[in-house]
């Protein structure tokens, strides 16, 4: 059972995320709030998401990401049977270009 993430702290998240208005923003948001393993693992997330929509493989991904193939996998779960927050963004931007 997964927990709820949908609270208030998660809200107020969202809304100062929302209220970035670039790229130059985000980095100073993001460094704040996270430690750089964790911007770097999120970062990683993402780019094995792209290239998995990208039709790459398995190795191809791990070589130019460094991801283990236990990350690759999940993410590709999420791709397959998660909420599509991944093609909602990438049919909003240029990234699978």
């Known amino acids: 059972m ?6 208030e702290a998660v809200d107020h ?3 100062a995320v929302l209220s970035l208005k670039d790229k130059e923003e ?11 393993n964790e911007l770097l ?4 997330r993402f780019e094995v998401a792209r290239m998995l929509r990208m039709q790459k ?4 991904i791990a070589e ?4 283990s193939t236990a990350t690759i996998s999940r993410v ?11 093609d909602m963004v990438f049919a909003r931007t240029s990234l699978l270009e």
């Not at 985000?26 to 460094?31: G, I, K, P, R, V």
């Not at 693992?41 to 990683?44: G, K, N, P, R």
């Not at 130019?64 to 991801?67: E, F, H, Q, S």
Request: aromatic share 16%; with cysteine.
């Open 26 to 36: 985000c980095y100073t948001f993001f460094e704040d709030i996270c430690t750089v």
């Open 2 to 7: 997964s927990k709820n993430i949908r609270t």
């Open 57 to 60: 493989t398995y190795l191809d």
């Open 41 to 44: 693992s999120l970062s990683q």
């Open 76 to 86: 590709n779960r999420s791709l397959n049977y998660g909420n599509d927050g991944y």
């Open 13 to 15: 998240l969202f809304e």
């Open 64 to 67: 130019k990401t460094g991801a």
